[in-house]
């Protein structure tokens, strides 16, 4: 009968001891981790108020970055928290577009995603926000992955720039997250040659 069989834990037993480990294994940020292990309880109802940071903490933390800086710049976007957004979202609304935020996230979270979506209000100021569905399937995938790329790219650039000024928190998050390897990538390009930072 395969319901009395007992559960595989040799590779539960393996992760949990490399997770553990931290820095000597493939995940050196806890940052990440810890957000997993502790959303229900971040996330909860009554404690999603007591989570939450302040919208002017986080826009003053990012504009000590250049990059940031510049993101800032247009003063036409109302930044909300509603924790009725999965993450985050950018919506165009001609004179006074609107980036909504999930309050019960971690700071460092908050951070890079507050970035993306502000590149994306970027984008869209640029004409190059198009929706990808009025292209072929191909070109659609095309483009969808180009608006996806600039928009990690230049939050992980901001993250780095913070962690320059001493303020580690997003680069933390970003390199424990599941794109710890583009971030890794990014830090190594950066230590070998800084110039490589505005080249492409």
């Known amino acids: 009968d395969q319901s009395t069989k007992k559960p595989k834990k040799d590779g539960f037993r393996d992760t949990s001891r490399r997770l553990r480990q931290g820095k000597e294994t493939r995940i050196g940020h806890r940052a990440s981790l810890d957000w997993r292990q502790d959303h229900a309880r971040v996330c ?9 940071v302040d919208l002017t903490e986080l826009t003053a933390l990012i504009a000590q970055s250049r990059t940031g800086e510049a993101l800032l710049e247009d003063k036409k976007i109302k930044i909300f928290y509603d924790e009725q957004t999965t993450q985050s979202q950018f919506y165009p609304r001609g004179e006074e577009s609107i980036i909504s935020l999930n309050p019960g996230r971690p700071k460092g979270d908050l951070i890079n995603m507050l970035v993306r979506e502000l590149r994306r209000a970027w984008q869209y100021r640029q004409g190059a926000l198009v929706n990808p569905l009025n292209f072929e399937p191909d070109e659609a995938v095309l483009v969808n992955r180009a608006q996806q790329a600039d928009a990690l790219m230049i939050s992980i650039k901001v993250a780095w720039e913070l962690k320059l000024q001493g303020e580690p928190e997003a680069w933390n998050f970003m390199a424990g997250s599941p794109t710890g390897d ?5 830090e190594i390009c950066a230590q070998k040659d800084f110039r490589s930072l505005n080249n492409g």
């Open 182 to 186: 583009v971030t890794r990538v990014f």
């Open 44 to 52: 909860a109802p009554g404690g999603v108020e007591d989570a939450r």
